[in-house]
Structure formats: C-alpha cells, structure tokens
T-cell receptor
Framework: DAKTTQPPSMDCAEGRAANLPCNHS???????VYWYRQIHSQGPQYIIH???NNETNEMASLIITEDRKSSTLILPHATLRDTAVYYC??????????????FGKGTLLTVNP | DAGVIQSPRHEVTEMGQEVTLRCKPI?????LFWYRQTMMRGLELLIY????????DSGMPEDRFSAKMPNASFSTLKIQPSEPRDSAVYFC???????????FGSGTRLTVV
C-alpha cells in the first residue's frame, strides 16, 4: 500500500477553515484517498474519500491534486468539536488487500476558541 | 441504527486470566474488523472477517489471541492468558462490500495488571 505523510499537528481558530494536507506521492492508479478522524476516547470516524475528483459532503471537502500525489481535507468552519486526530489513508479499490485500512500517526488538529 | 456495539467498555483483569471482548456489527454489514490501539503502535488491524469467515489474521500477535464470528451479528476476541502488554483499546469495525467506509465501535479499554 502507498504510504502517506501528514504533519503531526496543526492549530486552527474556531470558525475558520481548517486545511489538512496529506502527501501520497507513491499512490497507485487504483487507490482511493480516505480520511478518518478520531476524537479523544472515541473510535475512528469516516469523513470522506475520493479517487481523483474533488469531493464534498456534509462534513468536509476533499481536494486531490491533478497528479494525485497529494490531497487536502478542508473543514470549512471548524468548531471546538472538530479537535481530533485526522488520518489520511490510501487504499486500493480492488485486489486482495482492498479491505485494509492502515492507519498512520495522523495530524492532531486543535481548534482554539 | 445503534452503530457497532462493543462490550464491555472497560475491562480490568489480572495477568493470566482469560478476557473476552464482544462486538455486534451493524446489521447488513458483511465485513468485520478487530483493531488494537496503543500509544506506541497506534491503530493495528488484528483480524478481518468477510461473511463470517476469517480472511486475514496476520495481525493477531500470537496464539494467545483468538477471534470468532459464529454469525453475522456477533464476534468475539479472546485473549488467554492475558498479559500486561495486552493492555490497549480494542476496536471493532464493520462495513459492507463496496461501502464508503468502516464504522467503528466505541472500543473496549483493556487493562491487564
């Protein structure tokens, strides 16, 4: 599986947009980019995923560069409840290991009042 | 939908005792995963079931660990005998084939003294 690189921590002011970067320069053509987050003392929570087009849902937007070597998760109006560790994961959509979600260390996003 | 239900939420046991963790996946999900999370190693996939059949148990640390899925609505992870280094938070997750992502339970915090 392709590896991802994320900054260990980031800060964001409440009400502002939080932009979380992820580098996945070795991503393969059949691999999706997934984002999960883990709020303290809770299980990881699915946020969004995409292949090559930008995606948006009620939680966030995902911007994937044209070469697919990096992506950015955008929380448009961060709240204190968005403080969490955010994981960027690449995962194949077919093949023998397409079920695997391999979590790295993620980015600890702290939203400040 | 009650989500993925794990029990107990907390377990404290003495070294050498048998520990059984339980998981009820979301109805209709045909994939089930057991993860372990520690500060040192992060989130690790222990075992993956598809349609109640174990597909990948390569993450199970040793023979003291065993997992079963007797039916589509129940799975157990057993540690016998338990050791202090087994102390961790154990998460169960489920998904459907082609689903967007995993749904994690709230976890079981295991402390072996």
């Amino acid at each position: 599986d392709a590896k991802t690189t994320q900054p260990p921590s980031m800060d964001c002011a409440e009400g502002r947009a939080a932009n979380l970067p992820c580098n996945h320069s070795t991503i393969s053509g059949n691999e999706y980019v997934y984002w999960y987050r883990q709020i303290h003392s809770q299980g990881p929570q699915y946020i969004i995923h995409g292949l090559k087009n930008n995606e948006t849902n009620e939680m966030a937007s995902l911007i994937i560069t044209e070469d697919r070597k990096s992506s950015t998760l955008i929380l448009p109006h961060a709240t204190l409840r968005d403080t969490a560790v955010y994981y960027c994961i690449v995962r194949p959509n077919s093949g023998g290991s397409n079920y695997k979600l391999t979590f790295g260390k993620g980015t600890l996003l702290t939203v400040n009042p | 939908d009650a989500g993925v239900i794990q029990s107990p939420r907390h377990e404290v046991t003495e070294m050498g005792q048998e520990v059984t963790l339980r998981c009820k996946p979301i109805s209709g999900h045909n994939s089930l995963f057991w993860y372990r999370q520690t500060m040192m190693r992060g989130l690790e996939l222990l075992i993956y079931f598809n349609n109640n059949v174990p597909i990948d148990d390569s993450g199970m640390p040793e023979d003291r660990f065993s997992a079963k899925m007797p039916n589509a609505s129940f799975s157990t992870l057993k540690i016998q005998p338990s050791e202090p280094r087994d102390s961790a938070v154990y998460f169960c997750a489920s998904s459907s084939t082609g689903g967007e992502g995993y749904t994690f339970g709230s976890g079981t915090r295991l402390t072996v003294v």
